[in-house]
């Protein structure tokens, strides 16, 4: 895959960003309304019906039915699989890890996010599942922390890097950070340039400019990070087998500070904790 001859930031002015918001808080809304919702012996395909009904009573459209080829409201990507598990009859089981990405566009506008979650609650998963879990959900917040406008666009993709190589040593193994997928830019589509590597990557890269918004989404393996299409063209597994974890948020990034467009109170909490400017958006 082609990530870096992308090396464009997209600015949004106020009103745009309140936009971006609106859709934004859809998004984080939803996923908290799934998360609560999972328990074993649910199938994928009801955690999807579930994400639709919400998204549609609240005035938006699931955008990733907006993706030709793909008809579904959420990926929902269990254990070995990394991203773009299809919705279906799959029945979650206890103790299964499961990634659920969730978008939603309401008027021009696009959010995206993802969470990693155990079926059955955190006494369910094993140590090694919840350290894979909490660790990618830590270089999330390390790459969000690490965005600023005037800056390198890469200094997102180190700050990741580093936050899951500092984990893997604290825990004494490795974490495959997966490279085949990578964060986009966002905005009035899901998928806008420029592309967000997980990872660090040489050069000077994309300069992040006043109103940019983009999607942080790093996808890590307690395995190697090799990984394959299965046959339904779109869930994208482990070749080791490996479990997988996946999170997302949508970021907007302004010289007063950033506003985790796809969190409920905007990333203020998490923001504070790591000392980095923390700057509301109203919703539109």
């Not at 934004?24 to 649910?42: I, K, N, S, W, Y």
């Not at 990507?77 to 009859?89: A, K, L, Q, R, T």
């Not at 899951?164 to 899901?190: C, F, K, N």
């Not at 339904?232 to 482990?238: E, F, I, K, S, Y």
Request: hydrophobic share 40%; aromatic share 4%.
């Amino acid at each position: 895959m082609g990530l870096f001859n992308r090396d464009r930031c997209e600015g949004k002015n106020p009103e745009q960003l309140a936009g971006m918001r609106t859709a934004g808080l859809l998004v984080g809304r939803t996923l908290e309304v799934v998360a609560a919702a999972v328990r074993p012996g649910m199938t994928t395909l009801d955690l999807d019906t579930l994400a639709e009904t919400h998204i549609r009573d609240h005035g938006g459209i699931p955008n990733f039915q907006l993706v030709p080829g793909y008809r579904h409201t959420l990926c929902t990507s269990v254990n070995d699989e990394i991203v773009h598990g299809m919705p279906g009859s799959r029945v979650l089981r206890e103790g299964d890890v499961l990634s659920i990405d969730c978008g939603a566009q309401v008027g021009l506008w696009n959010g995206d996010a993802a969470i990693s979650v155990v079926v059955g609650g955190r006494e369910a998963g094993s140590a090694q599942d919840l350290a894979l879990i909490d660790d990618t959900e830590t270089s999330l917040w390390a790459g969000i922390a690490a965005l600023r406008v005037g800056q390198s666009l890469y200094a997102v993709g180190a700050a990741v890097e580093d936050s899951l190589t500092a984990s893997g040593e604290e825990r004494g193994w490795e974490y495959g950070i997966v490279e085949d997928y990578v964060g986009h830019g966002i905005g009035t589509s899901m998928h806008m340039d420029p592309n967000v590597p997980n990872y660090r990557v040489s050069g000077k890269g994309p300069k992040v400019v006043e109103g940019t918004t983009i999607c942080i989404e790093p996808m890590v393996t307690l395995g190697e990070q090799d990984n394959h299409v299965l046959d339904d063209q779109w869930t994208v597994a482990t070749n080791d087998r490996s479990r997988a974890a996946h999170w997302e948020h949508s970021i907007a990034a302004t010289s007063a500070g950033l506003c985790v467009l796809t969190a409920i109170d905007g990333g203020a909490q998490r923001l504070a904790a790591m000392g980095a400017p923390f700057a509301a958006i109203d919703p539109a």
